[in-house]
């Protein structure tokens, strides 16, 4: 799944060339945004959420002072939760700045509950009574088992006049198809956007640009064509047409002195071939394959004939599929492919499909601290797959008191997969680290240390892994639980009972509070409580057993 949820555009080109036409918000519109976990991956260097949030504080200042806009936002307060969906700004007249700051602050963590949102974003507007309209903007597909395709047909029959445009931020051609049904069901369009650039266009041609207006006609005695340029791209010389295929987008521009391209683009356009219509002049149209993949061709137009530029990428098809081992099912979408082109970088998560210029490209498959790189050769017009086989197994941590005891059920328990040998200083290779019982780690094949910390008590247990494996690693950490109580006390202070050489006790935990607790390893210890004003400090014996409970409290 490629590595932003806003506003769409016009996608009438999936059945047939025609001319882009912005789609202006409507009267009463409501604001979708994806604030998933995948917003943190970047393109180019920099977040989707950051992409997004600049965005819209730029575009929300041309939006129509007639519209009423609003917006909700998922997956930005809980983790692994479908029904994190807030309503943040109802939709009002002047809420543009309100938006832009509530999209500030938004801290993107959960999942993709893209049919949920478009329900509750469809009922806060009263769909049923009056006009709506949604513009949604998404990193990624459907994660909550539902069908945003029949939820988009059904509200369609139920609504007055209800749309939804929708923005593929960042997603694939085969991911860009499984969400546009939600724009295509309801009358609305499909504009996917690969990087800042062109969510800009996009949320720029939905919000704020006005309607573009009708070219003239000419009149029958003319004898003009109706469509004076048809433009085509092709991914290899003499492969079949791209025609249809949302992957290409154009830029059309006035040409400059050597046929550069002058000023803003006089139009842009989605689709592997199109027919518009031009006043006469020298032109040059950019064609972009997956957003990054450039080419260009300079044109002249003519009021009488058809001009036909054509681009040829010099690119193939690739499809890559990390696996944690040879002949094993993919890895999911936690594993992250590095795509390096020398002049381009972008990643994509999970199972991927993309275009690559012909040559070779590195990528570099990683599972948490486990990683591989690999060169991929790509020939023109032809199809590449790939394994990437990135040898990492899965550990479950888990942390006992005791062989025989009690269970550990605490997300304070700070866990590290450590490398068996330390360096020379002593000191030993992470492998990766988490906090709590229950816990999972990728972590590459080979033999490690699993250590686990609880309190003042830090147990390291050895094991083994190999690449597709899953298995449980449980740490015993042979220790009890100290509680103490102190009504008064500054504070309180846990120490060695025994005395070094030197005739000091070693400090094990303190707290500046009346109350602490602290994990042990058995043995007995030393209690050590200051109290507030003028009162003299105690001390008081303790012992500790393993998997129980010990209790003191310290007047």
Not at 189 to 210: G, I, M, N, Q
Not at 248 to 265: L, N, R, T
Not at 387 to 405: F, L, M, W
Not at 429 to 435: A, Q, V
Request: hydrophobic share 40%; with cysteine; charged share 20%.
């Amino acid at each position: 799944m490629r590595l932003v949820t806003l506003i769409a555009f016009v996608f009438a080109w999936l059945t047939a060339p025609v001319l882009a036409i912005p789609v202006r918000a409507a009267e009463q519109s409501m604001i979708i945004l994806d604030a998933s976990g995948s917003m943190w991956a970047k393109i180019s260097g920099k977040t989707k959420i950051a992409i997004a949030r600049e965005t819209l504080s730029t575009v929300l200042k041309s939006v129509p002072q007639t519209t009423a806009l609003g917006l909700m936002v998922y997956g930005h307060r809980e983790k692994g939760s479908c029904a994190d969906i807030e309503l943040a700004i109802p939709p009002a007249v002047g809420t543009e700045a309100a938006i832009a700051k509530f999209v500030n602050g938004v801290n993107p963590k959960g999942k993709t509950p893209l049919a949920a949102s478009v329900r509750a974003a469809a009922e806060a507007l009263k769909y049923t009574e009056d006009k709506a309209t949604i513009i949604l903007i998404t990193d990624g597909l459907e994660t909550c088992d539902a069908d945003p395709c029949a939820l988009a047909t059904e509200l369609k029959q139920q609504g007055v006049d209800f749309t939804v445009h929708v923005v593929g931020f960042g997603l694939t051609q085969e991911e860009g198809k499984q969400v546009a049904c939600l724009a295509e069901n309801t009358g609305g369009h499909y504009f996917p956007a690969a990087d800042a650039d062109e969510l800009s266009k996009a949320l720029a041609a939905t919000v704020s640009a006005p309607p573009a207006p009708e070219p003239a006609k000419p009149s029958p005695a003319e004898e003009k064509p109706e469509k004076n340029v048809v433009a085509e791209a092709f991914l290899s010389e003499g492969g079949p047409s791209l025609a249809d295929n949302s992957a290409v987008y154009w830029e059309i521009f006035k040409a400059g002195s050597g046929d550069e391209p002058e000023g803003d683009h006089v139009d842009f356009l989605y689709n592997g071939k199109f027919a518009l219509h031009l006043p006469a002049g020298r032109y040059v149209a950019t064609a972009k394959l997956d957003s990054w993949i450039e080419r260009q061709v300079a044109f002249d137009v003519t009021e009488t004939a058809v001009a036909t530029p054509k681009v040829v990428f010099d690119a193939g098809h690739v499809e890559l599929t990390p696996k944690r081992e040879a002949n094993g099912p993919d890895a999911g979408s936690d594993a992250a492919l590095a795509l390096d082109f020398g002049s381009y970088q972008t990643t994509y998560y999970g199972p991927s499909k993309f275009y690559a210029p012909a040559g070779s490209f590195k990528v570099k498959g990683s599972l948490g601290s486990a990683s591989v790189e690999q060169e991929i050769a790509v020939e023109a017009g032809k199809e590449v797959k790939a394994d990437i086989v990135i040898a990492a197994g899965v550990i479950n941590n888990k942390a006992i008191y005791t062989e025989k005891g009690p269970e550990v059920d605490s997300s304070n328990v700070f866990f590290q997969v450590l490398s068996r040998n330390a360096d020379i200083n002593g000191e030993r290779k992470r492998f990766g680290y988490t906090y709590g019982t229950g816990t999972k780690l990728d972590v590459p094949a080979g033999d490690y240390l699993l250590s686990a910390q609880l309190g003042s008590t830090t147990v390291e247990t050895p094991f083994s892994i190999k690449g597709g494996e899953g298995k449980d690693v449980i740490v015993n950490l042979d220790a009890g639980v100290l509680a103490i109580k102190a009504p008064g006390a500054e504070k309180i202070t846990v120490l060695s009972a025994t005395k070094d050489i030197q005739g000091n006790r070693k400090e094990l935990s303190y707290a500046f509070a009346e109350e602490h607790s602290d994990t042990l390893h058995p043995g007995d210890y030393l209690v050590q409580v200051t109290f507030k004003g003028d009162v003299a400090t105690k001390e008081m014996p303790a012992s500790v057993k393993a998997g129980e409970r010990s209790e003191v409290t310290v007047q």
